[in-house]
């Protein structure tokens, strides 16, 4: 059962506009996020995190925003780039854990 | 430079036929770790390392075994590997030390693996 959700396969964006990426979760004792942004032929790099006792983290255009009452998280990309097309993976695990647990993944495509 | 290094990058191969997919890292890192990437799957992780001659299972562990005798080094072995393998894998690995247990992973460019 998947403990992880990204129920958008694909977001297209103009650039210069907000690109907002969505994440489920459904385990409550997740208290460690993470976003990945992954290129073709590439392995993933890591983009952000957050822990549960913050609300939101933000680095440079990137900020990851955390509900954890809703167990819904979301990455915001202001403003989007066209370097930022790719596929966005969101992971969840315990903060002193050894198990992560990934999203199926967002494609982001945007246009110039 | 820090890499996570996976080889072969591409294998085609029938079923039944051991084989091995290595993985190295140049960070000193303690924690090393074993996915796979299916449509419509996401990442799930197969094995993971805490250090030297400690695995453990991830979420899909069937049909797959692990070693850690070198803290670079975590290979990936399909003993009689089966068509539902064929797959996308990634091996990844982080700093376990410092205050936060839980650093952010590295990857390698992934491993694709057929099995006819």
């Known amino acids: 059962d998947q403990q992880v959700k990204q129920n958008s396969p694909s977001l297209s964006v103009q650039e210069g506009r907000i690109s907002i990426l969505n994440c489920d979760y459904t385990?409550?004792?997740?208290?460690?996020f993470l976003w990945y942004k992954k290129y073709p032929a590439e392995g993933p790099t890591f983009l952000i995190s957050?822990?549960?006792?913050?609300d939101k983290n933000e680095d440079g255009r990137f900020t990851v925003f955390l509900n954890k009452s809703a167990k819904h998280l979301s990455l915001h990309i202001v403003p989007s780039q066209p370097g930022d097309s790719a596929v966005y993976f969101c992971?969840?695990?315990?903060?002193?854990?050894?198990?992560?647990?990934f999203g199926t993944g967002t494609s982001l495509t945007v246009i110039p | 430079e820090a890499q996570v290094t996976q080889n072969p990058r591409y294998l085609i191969t029938v079923t039944g036929k051991k084989l091995t997919v290595t993985c190295s890292q140049n960070?000193?890192?303690?924690?090393m770790s074993w996915y796979r990437q299916d449509p419509g799957l996401g990442l799930r992780q197969i094995y993971y390392?805490?250090?030297?001659?400690?695995?453990d299972k991830g979420d899909v562990p069937e049909g797959y075994k692990v070693s850690r005798k070198e803290k670079r080094n975590f290979p990936l072995i399909l003993e009689s590997p089966s068509p539902n393998q064929t797959s996308l894998y990634f091996c990844?690995?982080?700093?376990?030390?410092?205050?936060?247990?839980?650093?952010?992973?590295?990857f390698g460019d992934g491993t694709r693996l057929s099995i006819l």
């Open positions: 990844a690995s982080s700093d376990r030390t410092g205050r936060s247990s839980n650093q952010p992973q590295h």
């Open positions: 385990n409550s004792m997740f208290d460690y």
């Open positions: 957050i822990s549960s006792i913050k």
């Open positions: 992971a969840a695990s315990k903060y002193t854990g050894n198990q992560f647990y």
């Open positions: 960070m000193n890192h303690e924690y």
């Open positions: 390392s805490m250090n030297v001659e400690v695995t």
